[in-house]
């Protein structure tokens, strides 16, 4: 039976905190299912701009907020220790009061690694650490005591108290895109988040299928997620046509999508001029998409 498809927000933290977590809060009044920031110390697109720490601001708007899903798309595991990753994931649980969505990534804008002094290794072991430290982030989060012997990381009777609210820990959404974090999703994740063409989901879509079937867990466990990037932003992988340029606009790109096999969107946060055309995507689309698929 097909998922009722999920809509999110994903709001770079350039924009002053009273206005954030207004418009946070207006997301919610909305009815969009989740609300996320980022994990950077500067904003790739716009490195001049100010910016907050995405951990610590996702347990302040977990507080301006009640019902709607919260997370960071994606943690970068270059940033901090997958035990501290565990305790700050915990902590926003109980903040949220279980409303926590646990994203984590590789980490990838060598800038601002640069610019801060971080170490950014090449990709094989970019790929080495985050497995470890997705399976260092599961462990903890299901156990009271933790003990791992990794390459990368080490645990010695770690003891993790108290557990996070949701059980048996929170939701994971890994961000992924080639063949061996694909590997790590199909082993690891809620959710798999990835960006770009219809063509490239299409193509990972099938490869995560098939990664599933290998090693024997259900296709279907995992919910397939698109991070829609607007044609503003400076990356690759942004998309052609901004969907907050109309309903319609809006529409296109979830059928687009969709067709692909993708369950949930989550997409820039709008300029305060499109914010005419969220509430209507809000109010008239968004409804009528749900419906479908609960109806399918």
Request: charged share 25%; proline share 7%.
């Amino acid at each position: 039976m097909p998922r009722t498809l999920q809509f999110g927000i994903c709001r770079n933290q350039t924009l002053p905190w009273p206005e954030l977590a207004r418009q946070w809060r207006l997301y919610e009044e909305l009815g969009f299912d989740s609300a996320w920031d980022c994990d950077h110390f500067q904003r790739p697109s716009e490195p001049d701009a100010p910016y907050y720490e995405g951990w610590t601001l996702l347990a302040a708007l977990a507080t301006q907020t009640t019902t709607i899903r919260v997370g960071v798309l994606v943690t970068s595991n270059t940033f901090r220790h997958p035990a501290l990753l565990a305790k700050q994931a915990m902590t926003v649980d109980h903040v949220s009061e279980g409303r926590l969505e646990l994203g984590i990534g590789t980490g990838w804008y060598a800038g601002e690694h640069d610019r801060f002094g971080l170490a950014f290794p090449p990709a094989p072991e970019l790929v080495g650490r985050f497995r470890e430290a997705v399976e260092v982030v599961d462990h903890l989060l299901r156990n009271e005591v933790t003990s791992y012997a990794g390459d990368y990381y080490r645990l010695d009777e770690a003891l993790f108290r108290p557990g996070p609210i949701q059980r048996p820990r929170p939701p994971l959404t890994l961000g992924a895109h080639g063949p061996r974090m694909l590997r790590i999703v199909a082993e690891y994740a809620d959710r798999w988040n990835s960006f770009g063409t219809v063509a490239e989901i299409r193509d990972r879509n099938a490869r995560l299928d098939e990664q599933c079937v290998a090693i024997g867990r259900d296709p279907q466990a995992i919910l397939r997620s698109f991070f829609g990037m607007a044609p503003r932003a400076t990356m690759s992988g942004r998309l052609e046509r901004d969907p907050w340029d109309s309903v319609d606009a809006f529409a296109e790109m979830v059928g687009q999508y969709r067709a692909v096999g993708i369950e949930e969107f989550i997409v820039d946060g709008p300029e305060p001029r499109q914010f005419a055309v969220m509430e209507r995507v809000a109010a008239d689309l968004l409804p009528r998409l749900r419906a479908e698929t609960t109806a399918a």
